[in-house]
């Protein structure tokens, strides 16, 4: 028996809509910035959904881990082929089925998650990767299968047939992955605006250790940006342009979160606020950077021309050029009855469930119409969260 036909919680993908493509009044750059999370990645594929049936097609997407695998495949294909990439990637890895039957209920529910959680680890995931033979413990040091359980070969299988590289490639839509280098622990973003990418730049970026390997690119080995910063949004306010820029940051962990009733909660809860407490507080950083430079423009327009030095004039025609943001922050909110595994529990009723997820939260997102504006001039950074409403 089919497990989405016959488990009570399955949800149907919702089916999409075309819109004619738009952007809110002076914005000159909409981005798309996904975090890493594994499993939990459909999310983001519900996101894209919203904002594609929207009209609000990204000019940057950017990504982490498996935020880099959906980034590449929204930039690697033209609009009308996106979301079915997005789909095939997605039904791919999550094409085994756990159970034939799960009875309604939440305790049903966390033993099908834990049954589905452990056959990964096991088996790995189609199209994604595999177990290592033999084991990395029962490897030789030096030798291929020594430094990773799993080969992640079948995913750049699946990068080469999903994603167009030579449309990636061309620039039209800006596309970045943020990955560690191994010797020296830097982070470091590949950005087809100053390099050619192909599928072992976006494997380097979800190469988690020690699940899988290090990936070569030149003379270099890379492993997951998430082990120093779960989100690429740095990297896109760090850019030295003016342009207006509105932001869809997100992320598939919650900075809040509910007291641990049991070690399971414990470790969840630990996950969350371990890959989710850089992002809140590089987004702070930023606005509070951000709006101390234009409190500094204000200041240097009251002192008169004369008054000022060189350096001071130069640094006032810079000021003059900083770009208006808008972040609309949009998080995954766990399940009751999702546990620590949730990112390498990789059954497809969850990721139905998360796809869906993001759909309807950033349908609800896009319905507060004065978020969907640029901040008046001069106004600096405004970040929004429909989970945070009383913030």
Not at 13 to 23: I, K
Not at 176 to 182: C, D, K, L, Q
Not at 192 to 214: D, K, Q, T
Not at 377 to 383: F, L, P, S
């Amino acid at each position: 028996m089919n497990d989405v036909a016959s488990d009570f919680r399955a949800e149907a993908l919702p089916t999409a809509t075309v819109a004619q493509t738009w952007r809110p009044e002076r914005c000159e750059r909409v981005a798309l910035v996904l975090q890493g999370g594994g499993a939990l990645g459909a999310y983001q594929a519900g996101v894209y959904q919203a904002m594609h049936e929207a009209g609000l097609e990204p000019d940057w997407v950017s990504g982490v881990s498996i935020g880099a695998i959906n980034s590449a495949i929204i930039a690697g294909n033209p609009r009308d082929r996106r979301l079915t990439h997005l789909r095939a990637f997605w039904e791919r890895i999550t094409d085994r089925k756990i159970w034939p039957f799960t009875p309604d209920g939440d305790v049903f529910r966390k033993a099908r998650n834990a049954t589905s959680s452990f056959v990964t680890m096991v088996q790995g995931q189609p199209g994604f990767f595999s177990p290592r033979f033999p084991s990395p413990w029962m490897s030789f040091t030096g030798a291929m299968s020594a430094t990773s359980y799993y080969d992640n070969s079948p995913l750049r299988e699946t990068l080469t047939e999903l994603v167009d590289f030579s449309l990636l490639n061309d620039r039209s839509t800006r596309f970045s992955v943020g990955a560690v280098n191994v010797l020296t622990g830097n982070f470091v973003y590949f950005d087809n605006a100053v390099e050619r990418i192909e599928p072992e730049h976006i494997m380097a970026s979800g190469a988690l250790p020690p699940a899988l390997p290090m990936v070569k690119i030149g003379t270099d080995h890379y492993w997951d940006g998430g082990i120093v910063s779960n989100t690429p949004l740095q990297h896109l306010l760090d850019q030295d342009d003016s342009l207006n820029t509105m932001v869809f940051q997100v992320d598939l962990f919650s900075a809040r979160g509910m007291l641990p009733r049991d070690i399971q909660d414990v470790m969840a809860r630990h996950k969350d606020i371990m890959y989710s407490s850089r992002t809140r507080y590089n987004t702070d950083v930023f606005r509070r950077i951000h709006n101390w430079k234009v409190d500094l423009y204000q200041a240097l327009t009251r002192v008169p021309e004369e008054k000022l030095t060189e350096r001071e004039r130069e640094l006032k025609t810079q000021l003059a050029k900083l770009p208006d943001i808008t972040i609309l922050h949009i998080i995954y909110q766990q399940k009751a009855y999702e546990g620590h595994a949730k990112d390498y529990e990789f059954s497809g009723t969850s990721m139905r469930e998360h796809w869906v997820s993001g759909y309807e939260d950033t349908k609800r997102t896009l319905k507060h119409q004065k978020w969907l504006k640029m901040p008046p001039r001069g106004a600096g950074i405004v970040v929004h969260d429909v989970h945070r409403e009383e913030d």
